[in-house]
């Protein structure tokens, strides 16, 4: 179990247009989903917090109206690449949060190349 | 000071050894401990999830919190060349706030 599926799992796109990233918990629910990027080398940069059917909450530094986020259910997120630019160019994860838990559970992964 | 502090290594060691993962932390409101294993381009995978104080073992893997020290560790017991990954540890108070991660050991296992 807590299966947590990314789609899709890499993406090239030109740059100044828009590109989706689904997250699913497949197996649980999960009211608050995180999104991350990770460049080569190093950890973890959470971007927002995501909570099911309320506004996310950005990191700071992190433009919202770039980086649209979109928590319609208790196992989907969406991350919506605004006018995507090469410096959006990144690996981009997604993680779930078991309901009752703190327990938390990380996507694939979706690599995303803005030429 | 950075809230968690991992020693990003690299790490290398022969198949069979036991292998000592660590972690220090300064936020004593830390509750909730994890160990994440990341093989390159691909998303974390728990390994172990563990409350305050105390031993859980999993298999080859054990992870140990000392509270009183804020010190946290992930022993791999009989290591295997597919063990070889980045493990990161993290934390989270219970106030249900941001996890946080350490940087990440690199860790190579040689056959």
């Not at chain 1, 997120?77 to 995507?84: F, G, I, M, N, R």
């Not at chain 2, 000071?1 to 300064?26: M, W």
């Not at chain 2, 080859?60 to 990161?88: C, G």
Request: with cysteine; aromatic share 12%; proline share 4%.
């Amino acid at each position: 179990g807590a299966v947590v599926s990314q789609h899709p799992s890499w993406v090239i796109c030109k740059s100044g247009t828009s590109v989706k990233i689904e997250c699913r918990s497949l197996d649980f629910q999960a009211t608050t989903m995180f999104w991350y990027r990770q460049f080569p080398k190093q950890s973890l940069m959470l971007m927002a917090t995501s909570n099911e059917g309320s506004k996310a909450t950005y990191e700071q530094g992190v433009e919202k109206d770039k980086f649209l986020i979109n928590h319609a259910s208790l196992t989907l997120s969406t991350l919506t690449v605004t006018s995507a630019h090469p410096e959006d160019s990144s690996f981009y994860i997604c993680s779930a949060r078991r309901d009752g838990t703190y327990e938390q559970y990380f996507g694939p992964g979706t690599r995303l190349t803005v030429t | 000071q950075k809230e968690v502090e991992q020693d990003p290594g690299p790490l290398s060691v022969p198949e069979g050894a036991i292998v000592s993962l660590n972690c220090t932390y300064s936020n004593s409101a830390f509750q909730y401990f994890m160990w994440y294993r990341q093989y390159s381009r691909k998303g974390p995978e728990l390994l172990m999830y563990t409350y305050s104080s105390g031993n859980k073992e999993d298999g080859r893997f054990t992870a140990q919190v000392d509270k009183s020290s804020k010190y946290i560790s992930l022993f791999i017991r009989d290591s295997q060349p597919s063990d070889s990954a980045t493990y990161l540890c993290a934390m989270i108070n219970n106030q249900g706030g941001k996890l946080i991660f350490g940087q990440g050991t690199e860790l190579s296992v040689k056959p």
